[in-house]
């Protein structure tokens, strides 16, 4: 019986102990991750040409995420984050010599970057953050046939920064939920985005 006793008072003070250390693994911003993100873009031509063209459109955009992240034992997380990804915007307008007139469209197209994020837990399945980094931003401008030059199609790359941030809200030990918001600045455009995504983390 004291044998009994004593094996239960082991298991009981084993099971006491563990029991920090298995909270302290359950880390769901820790690692590495895959994702996906779509939602409302805000394309604007700057002034240097947004006299010859309408300077705004909405749209939408689509693309993926991965990356790595720290999360301490203080809660807070930082990490760096890849993407890449396309929209549908176009503004489009009429260049004119008061005799002839050119039709022009410049389409936003492909967007790549890398972000540093940091965050903190506001509770234990909830992370806010802000993010920065670098993006480089292609944009096609397009004349069509006219007596003036005749077509011409021109597509360039640019680089940029942009600024956000977000919340991301684990679902489970498989998916995450990511709602952000950001500003970037490429050349003579900018973006301003509204997004939605899910995250896979390893």
Known sequence: MTLNKYSAAAALAVATMAAPAFAQDDKPFD????????????????????????????????GGIFGWREQTSSNLVY???????????????????????????????RQIGVDAIIGTLVNENTLLFASGGYVNGKLTVKLEDNSIIGPLNLSDSDHGFRVGG????????????????????????????????????F
């Open 166 to 201: 977000g919340a991301e809200f684990r679902l489970n030990d498989q998916f995450n939920f990511r709602v952000t918001g950001h500003y970037q600045d490429v050349g003579s455009t900018s973006n301003l985005q509204v997004l939605a995504g899910v995250i896979l983390p």
């Open 31 to 62: 690692g590495f991750y895959l994702g996906a993100e779509a939602g409302y873009d805000r394309f604007k031509v700057d002034n240097e040409i947004s006299g010859l063209i309408d300077t705004k459109d909405s749209s939408i955009y689509y």
């Open 79 to 109: 990490g760096i984050e890849g993407r890449f990804g396309d929209n549908t915007a176009k503004v489009k307008g009429t260049i004119s010599d008061g005799m002839e007139s050119v039709d022009l469209r410049v389409t936003n197209g």
